[in-house]
């Protein structure tokens, strides 16, 4: 038994040591640039021959040596990748959301309204609006999914008195000329952004440029509670252009930063591995009593379910107030 174990643990040491080295790879991958990358990889090779060099003669304290050596310098390193706000960023994710506040309520900014053409190109638009949070009369969720169904993306929209919507999208901030990458978003790949839009712009490119499925939820907040949350997209916003930071595709995504603002104000919300599954999250509402109270969640879907939104005009509340028909008259 003393050798089994004994053994055991040597497996264990080679292991951790060899998954050490894997995690580098991928970081060198999706952080160098040839010849870096390839001398990144070399690196690696060679510490992984060192290793199983010394372990093949039984050398296991010099084992344990270059493994901490190697973190040292791999984690010495990764921390040192920074999140930067000028890169030379795609132009639908260039401006982040802010905010400051002036008479009659808060001045929103860098609220986006393309006119989208196809997936990719757009006529740009920006545009600033002053909006009083204590006017708030709705709050909806729109969920996004493509592919398989428990993979989506959340977006949650503030409806205000005027029939004005603007809609809030956590995204991946990418440069020009980048992908998106699931595995790439693990390692400090992208940087976060908060984009605020028209429901013109960001629903209508998902549901007809992009034939993504799209639903709308409303959501039964307070308008403490409505307010409260409107207000911690603001501060996150305002804190991305102070200091960004970096996107993962497990911790910080559209989904787990809308859940961590929840929780600051609500004692309802409890970690639930839907948070990881967000095409399930209108089940997850719906038991928190948040959503389509004592309804039939298969009928709630269908409902919520949006369509093609078709060719748009510029009136942007007409728009939002169309999309929401299915609610207005079931």
Known sequence: MERFFKLLGRGLQLTAAFGLLLWAVFAVHYQLKPP????GIVAIAGTALVILFLSSRGKWRGVWRWMGLSALVIF??????TPRSDRDWMVDVSRGVTAEP?????????????DWTSETDATAAWYDATVNPDDITSVDMLLSTWGNPDI???IVSFGFKTGQHIAFSVETRKEVGETYSTLGGFFRLYELTLIAA???DIARLRTDLRGETV???PIDLTLDQRKALFMSYIDFGSQLAAQPAWYNTLTTNCTTVPYFMVAEFSNRVT??????????LPEYLHELGVLAKGQDMAQVRT????????????????FSKSMRRAWVTP
């Open 36 to 39: 870096f990358q390839m001398a």
């Open 76 to 81: 010495g390193w990764w921390y040192t990748i």
């Open 102 to 114: 002036v008479a009659g309520g808060l001045l929103v900014k860098n609220i986006r309204n393309f």
């Open 152 to 154: 989506a993306h959340a």
């Open 198 to 200: 028209d429901e013109r």
């Open 215 to 217: 639903s709308l939820y």
């Open 271 to 280: 970690l639930d591995r839907r948070m990881m599954l967000p095409g399930r």
């Open 303 to 318: 409902r919520a379910r949006l369509g093609a939104l078709g060719p748009v005009g510029p009136d942007s509340a007409a």
